[in-house]
């Protein structure tokens, strides 16, 4: 995530739980103005904690909040990790400046309803990173307002990660065999099941890809 942020004027960290991105902010002095916000006040709590533990408790200013509600001001970054992608849709929604911040975002689950939002709202995906934790892949981008339309895949496929086959791979697997349940239950509306078809159609395309200049 901080990869992704880099450095700039202001920055919020929304569903800060421990605190440590905009702790690191801080440390490496990458922003002049840095918040962090949680919807509960243990988590929030937790944050103050590492900032007066790495010494850093001065530069960062916390807000109980849902979301971006009770954040005053606007900044020019958002950082948003460990969340559902409709959770962060209905944040960046209900704020009226967010439209115009750069985004850097952690979807842990609803990615595609997440990206239907952002694609709504004129944004474009400017860069996409994975990541690897105990077995599992996770994907981050950033996003800001553009032309071209919003495109997760292609942000991954122009990087070349390295870790993009594999993580392709274990979602094609993945999808598969939510294909074959589907199919062999009988509860599975057909368009439900004609959306996840297309949905690893479109996987096997990206890996088709890969392979192409991996191999």
């Excluded at 801080?26 to 937790?46: M, T, V, Y």
């Excluded at 842990?108 to 996409?128: I, M, N, P, T, W």
């Excluded at 599992?136 to 997760?152: K, P, T």
Aim: some cysteine; hydrophobic content about 40%.
């Amino acid at each position: 995530m901080a990869k992704l942020a880099g450095s700039g004027k202001s920055v919020v960290d929304v569903g800060t739980d421990h605190g440590y991105v905009p702790v690191y902010f801080a440390q490496k002095g990458l922003f002049e103005r840095i918040a962090a916000s949680d919807i509960n006040g243990g988590p929030l709590e937790s944050a103050r904690a590492s900032a007066r533990e790495y010494g850093v408790f001065d530069r960062i200013a916390f807000y109980l909040s849902d979301g971006l509600r009770d954040v005053p001001g606007a900044f020019d970054t958002v950082v948003i990790a460990g969340m559902g992608g409709e959770t962060m849709a209905d944040i960046l929604s209900a704020c009226s400046w967010a439209k115009d911040a750069r985004l850097i975002l952690q979807p842990q689950s609803r990615v595609e309803e997440l990206g239907a939002y952002l694609k709504s709202a004129g944004f474009v995906c400017q860069r996409a990173l994975l990541c690897r934790d105990s077995g599992r892949c996770y994907l981050a981008f950033s996003a800001s307002a553009g032309e071209g339309g919003f495109d997760i895949a292609r942000a991954l496929l122009d990087s070349r990660d390295g870790l993009l086959r594999e993580c392709v791979e274990k979602e094609v697997i993945r999808v598969g065999r939510a294909v074959s349940g589907m199919e062999s239950g009988s509860a599975a509306p057909e368009a439900g099941i004609t959306l996840m078809k297309n949905k690893l159609s479109r996987l096997e395309n990206i890996l088709r890809e890969v392979n192409s200049w991996q191999n």
